[in-house]
């Protein structure tokens, strides 16, 4: 389950913060690792061999979670969340009252917070992220591979479809993972056995243009528009999910969607048009950072 941060404002027009998420009654403890992770301190966790610059700040982010129980579903751009429970019973029954990170959201929580590159959710479609910069295959085994590379297993490797864990590589044989319910975050020796699927390189591509700052929106369908209004020309729409360039913001027309409202609009210079701060997904209602218009 992705966490959405949506901005309000009061009728008097303070502008306040909301995060929705999946919530349990309890926080549970923080489970221990299972016996073949590898026992690691933060020191343990990191870059392992030469990195660029981006790939060591995305293997950086991961770590900074090491310790962070995992729950399935859990997770966000931001960080851990309560989970779900998971369907097939065992130890994640109750990750709906775990706060946490499965496989898939800590590393859309390093892509972002370490490079801003924007992953879709579910291991299956990361393996898939047409935004790749390389690709390799189990044959080829470890010597390719740079630290911040992601690794992939699948119960049919052949078939990116059918990838069910994803993990980041840090070098020399090791990987850090959010890797089962009644464990944490991770450092663990990668496991070429007959479901790795190979992995693919996320670093060295698409960065944010200068003078602006990256951020992802959230919902579907979300319009653009030629002026920072609802009446105004519509230039396009984004279908789902989208890393943003925001060049600078504006408070203009206020705008309500399931209940909250926002006054501030961003201007997105790769489209030319405005978008409504209240479908970008970050804790504040005013775009931190980011000069007014």
């Not at 709906?96 to 291991?123: M, N, T």
């Not at 369908?221 to 396009?236: F, K, Y």
Request: glycine share 12%; charged share 15%.
């Amino acid at each position: 389950m992705r966490r959405m941060n949506r901005t309000l404002a009061t009728a008097g027009g303070l502008l306040l913060a909301a995060t929705l998420s999946s919530a349990g009654t309890a926080v549970a403890a923080a489970p221990q690792p299972s016996s073949e992770a590898v026992t690691a301190s933060a020191a343990d966790c990191r870059a392992l061999a030469s990195a660029s610059a981006q790939a060591q700040a995305v293997v950086d982010a991961a770590c900074s979670q090491l310790g962070v129980p995992y729950s399935w579903g859990g997770g966000s751009i931001h960080g851990p969340t309560f989970g779900q429970d998971y369907p097939g019973g065992g130890p994640g029954a109750h990750d709906s009252q775990v706060r946490g990170f499965d496989c898939s959201h800590l590393v859309q929580y390093a892509a972002w917070q370490g490079a801003k590159i924007a992953l879709p959710e579910g291991s299956w479609n990361q393996a898939r992220w047409s935004g790749a910069t390389a690709r390799f295959t189990p044959a080829q085994g470890l010597g390719p591979l740079q630290p911040g590379d992601l690794l992939l297993w699948g119960s049919d490797p052949a078939n990116l479809g059918s990838v069910h864990h994803i993990a980041i590589y840090l070098g020399n044989g090791k990987m850090v993972e959010a890797r089962e319910s009644g464990t944490t975050v991770m450092v663990s020796d990668v496991r070429l056995n007959a479901q790795y699927a190979g992995a693919l390189r996320i670093t060295g591509g698409d960065q944010p243009p200068a003078n602006t700052k990256r951020f992802m929106t959230w919902g579907t369908d979300v319009a653009l528009r030629q002026e920072p209004n609802t009446g105004s020309a519509l230039v396009g729409r984004l279908p789902g999910p989208t890393a943003a360039d925001v060049l600078c913001q504006v408070h203009a027309q206020l705008v309500q969607a399931e209940g909250y409202v926002n006054d501030a609009w961003s201007y997105l210079p790769k489209y030319k048009a405005w978008i409504s701060n209240i479908y970008i997904d970050d804790p504040a209602a005013w775009l931190p950072g980011v000069p007014t218009c």
